[in-house]
């Protein structure tokens, strides 16, 4: 049917509205429907088990099957000292391409019957809605608060992922809008059209889209992390701001996105405040040095809850005064890092609360951070942050200020009670301790399925990936012992095996979840656990040194020969105290020999063979046992887990493996 001329328009106009909310509801569909299949349905069906395993083996099957679909594959990379191989997912990437054919449809669909423009400006026009229509997808893969990963299923490493071929996609496609239009308009000789304030603003939030896609490569992002960061919040602001200015019939989408990114950042700054307000020290934490490479910090909470909720819902709003066992928080230090945010996972339980936070030694903030807490600037164990012109000028306003609102907040602390506490004002840190001003966001994370429902649970790590895997390991095994203690059997094996392996460089390195190991210990005396710590450095010993000449040497070749700066030689101090700790700690294991202590790297293969032929051995005909593998390590660890796991639901009879793994 022929369209009327002078219709065409506003046909074209309510076509491109619709193409543009097609190409991003389309995909989020697709990912809600693999949440509901891969996660909430295989959730369901295993609280709903028996004592003997999984009712529901048809189910299961399938999701064995689709495991297989989207399994990886591993392609050798010689021409990499450091890298063996490169770990491809063939079904993300063809899922991609589909789309992408996806977005082609939809360029050419519904513009052969728009003929008062030639065709290529219509398409052209076209792609500009569609490149708008990838906004909204962009903004919302990076929400913090774990709605989207847990609708959908998707880790926040691969939400991070879609977010960047999202943004290439967005570029590509106003790329060539930019090049139909302007073409269409130059072959017409109407040049004036390129100059009119419009087309301006559209190129100027082209070239920032260009700059956000070319400048975020890895090794920009390697070289200045804080330049990166800063340059893609400027310059996300202005693509977004002038492309409203571009085309005001193209804002509800970048409006609509734009506002769930705020609102997203808008809850974790509230609840932040919230917890700094209530927390016993106003988030004054301590940082403890453990080596030359590792500190621990620890800031105390105010917990309203020892255990997380176990309700459906909990997995997508944000809870407050507690966390799950493995989630992770954004820290923030001012006098290290002036308003910069960095991800830290926390290797404690509610219970004990306060949050701990492993870190260790790398690149820009964490070298700070272990720097200050070695050799204090001031000679002293206080850390405040740096003064600059601004916060002098905020200090004499606030000075000027504070003294006439004060009646009036004092009335609103004692109505909302966000003050201190008659308890929070006694509290103190040990003499001598290291203490920031920190504050934090969170906690975001941790979306696996119920581990109180597996035959088998296997846990791997290596390093500070224990700061996953131990808080999980302890939380299962205090859940397990809960509802032994009340009688409650259901839903649940009735004799789970929990195995832990953790990989450490040294001896020493045991110390750093020595306040977890000893919650483990009741469980591995009366055999609920197997715990086995690997050893993978040769010069493993543990050497207290005769004197601190040699550390304090060390410690001015890194920090400078400013004498000063470690009159108190706080360094060699803490590294002795820490050393003789851990020389007890091991003694201590190794009397006991409640853990298993080798000299050797984990073997992934062997081992997660062995735990799937255990499950198999237990299985029957009529019911289906199920085992999970959750790892945390290096990126090649974790690989190599995946491809283990892979191999082994391919084995006939295979119980279902279940995977969760967090690489760093």
Known sequence: MTIPYKEQYYVEQKRNSKFEWLSFAIPFIILIFHGIIIHWIPYYLRNKRDNNGLTNKGYFKFLK???????????????????????????????YWIYF?????????????????????????RLGKLATGQTTSLFLFLVKNDFLSSITAV??????????????????????????????????????????????????????????????????????????????????????????????????????????????????MVL????????????ISKVEVFD?????????????????????????????????????IMLNINSISLGQWHPFTICSLPSSGKIKLLIRKKKGFTRKLLKKAIVPEDGSSKHSPKTTKIQNLKLSVEAKIIPSVTPIYNNIKGFLKLGKSSANKHFEFEENSITFQASI????????????????????????????AFPICCDLLREIQRRDSIGDFGYRPLNPVVNLLWSVKKEANIIWYKHIIDELIPFLRNGKLSLTIHITSANNEINIPKDCDSLIDNSSKEYGNNTSQ?????????????????IEFLKFIKETGLVDIQYSRIDIKSNIASSTNSVIKKSTSSSQKCLAVVGCGPAEMTNIMKQECQKNIRIKDSPDIYCFFESF
């Not at 399925?449 to 990936?465: R, W």
């Not at 030689?569 to 820490?578: A, C, L, R, S």
Request: with cysteine; glycine share 6%.
């Open 441 to 468: 966001q969170g906690p975001y994370g941790a979306n696996f399925q119920k581990l109180i429902t597996f035959d088998s649970v296997l846990f791997m790590c290596a390093g500070s990936g224990g700061s996953v």
């Open 65 to 95: 099957f689709s495991k297989f679909l989207g399994s990886s594959i591993a392609i050798p990379t010689p021409w990499r000292k450091n890298i063996k191989n490169i770990y491809i997912q063939p079904s993300l990437h063809l899922g």
């Open 292 to 328: 030359e490479e590792t500190v621990m910090v620890t800031i105390p909470m105010h917990i309203t809850k020892e255990r997380e909720c176990e309700a459906w819902w909990s997995y997508i709003i944000p809870q407050f005064g507690t966390w799950k066992a493995g989630q992770y």
């Open 272 to 283: 932040g405040m919230i917890q700094k307000a209530k927390s016993p020290s106003m988030m």
């Open 155 to 268: 880790q926040p490493e691969r939400l991070i992922r879609f977010h960047i071929w999202v943004g290439r996609t967005c570029w590509l496609l106003a790329t060539m809008h930019l090049y139909l239009c302007a073409s269409y308009w130059l072959d017409m000789g109407i040049t004036i059209m390129i100059y009119i304030p419009p087309q301006y603003f559209g190129m100027i939030s082209y070239a920032s889209c260009s700059l956000l896609t070319w400048a975020s490569f890895r090794f920009i992002r390697k070289l200045s992390f804080e330049f990166f960061l800063i340059q893609h919040r400027v310059l996300s602001a202005l693509m977004m701001l002038f492309l409203i200015f571009h085309n005001s019939s193209s804002r509800l989408g970048a409006i609509i996105s734009v506002h769930l990114l705020v609102l997203d950042k808008i809850v974790s």
């Open 566 to 582: 470690i009159s108190d030689i706080t360094y060699p101090k803490v590294v002795i105290e820490k050393t003789k700790e851990a």
């Open 101 to 125: 054919l996806l977005l082609v449809i939809f360029s050419f669909a519904q513009t052969a019957d728009i003929t008062y423009i030639p065709r290529h400006y219509v398409i052209g026009k």
